[in-house]
């Protein structure tokens, strides 16, 4: 069987097809694809599991400098004071070829001002941009709420937060406790009905991250908060290391505890 082929139409004068309005895409203007397995990439995710604010930024960028470069311009002209929020969102819809990169570069920053960091807190203060299009929501960071946040934890784990597996199924925050330490849970199984048609249910589990997403160990919140001091110890030991530029790089204080 033979595809049907439109015959071409022979042009006669004034019936030449009108130009099209469409805009040609720039073929330098074109997005990158990210290499989660690029070192820098797992370097800078790494400092920021320990609360390194300065690697917050770094990593900001590092998702920035995949999007395309007329994307990575408007972000700036918006820094800088100018009404691009419009076209900025348009960007972070999932049908934008560098929506992740933008959003993943959003979220950075408002974690670093978070914990502290003095020019992501002057570029996320009073952002609408900052507020709304970032990949965590802000309701997540909320002490003591109890909420039910869905997130693909593929996404988070792209993101930098690779601690959370990139294959949980209905992956969701519940809250995150004073003493720093995020209830999570996935959908960890399936109970089919029984004979009759009754008992069907989806099974959950739970999971439990530090402030800085972290795995902490532990099927319950009591072992949890056990295994939670081991995780601060840890972190503590690392900024004892004057290499790691403390005074400059660590967190100003932990949003948890408002301090």
């Known amino acids: 069987m033979k595809w049907f082929q439109r015959t071409p ?5 004034g019936s030449e097809a009108a130009p099209s ?11 990158r694809k990210p290499d989660y397995r690029d070192r820098q990439y797992r370097a800078l995710a790494a400092r920021c599991a320990m609360g390194d604010i300065a690697a917050m930024m770094d990593l900001s960028l590092w998702h920035l400098s995949h999007a395309r470069p007329s994307t990575q311009t408007l972000l700036r002209e918006y820094d800088n004071g100018l009404e691009r929020f419009a076209e900025l969102s348009r960007r972070c819809r999932f049908d934008s070829p560098d929506w992740f990169s933008l959003k993943a570069c959003i979220t950075w920053r408002c974690q670093a001002a978070r914990y ?3 020019e992501a807190r002057k570029l996320v203060e009073g952002s609408y941009l900052h507020r709304t299009c970032g990949i965590l ?7 003591g709420s109890y909420g039910s946040e869905l997130y693909y934890s593929g996404e988070l784990n792209r993101l930098g937060l ?3 597996d990139s294959g949980l199924s209905e992956f969701g925050m519940h809250s995150l406790l004073p003493e720093g330490i995020f209830v999570a849970y996935y959908q960890s199984g399936y109970c089919p009905a029984d004979e009759y048609g009754f008992g069907r249910e989806d099974e ?3 999971l439990f991250y530090d402030e800085f997403f972290n795995r902490i160990p532990g099927k319950t919140i009591e072992e949890a908060r056990r295994n939670h001091g081991k ?3 840890k972190r503590e030991a690392y900024w004892a290391n004057p290499a790691h530029d403390a005074p400059r790089r ?10």
């Open 231 to 233: 995780l601060l110890k």
């Open 9 to 13: 139409r022979e042009a006669t004068p």
């Open 116 to 118: 502290g960091h003095e």
């Open 162 to 164: 690779t601690d959370i």
């Open 204 to 206: 959950y589990a739970s």
């Open 250 to 259: 660590k967190y100003r204080r932990l949003h948890s505890q408002g301090k």
């Open 137 to 143: 929501q802000e309701s997540t960071h909320r002490v």
């Open 21 to 31: 309005s469409a805009p040609v895409p720039d073929p330098e203007d074109a997005a």
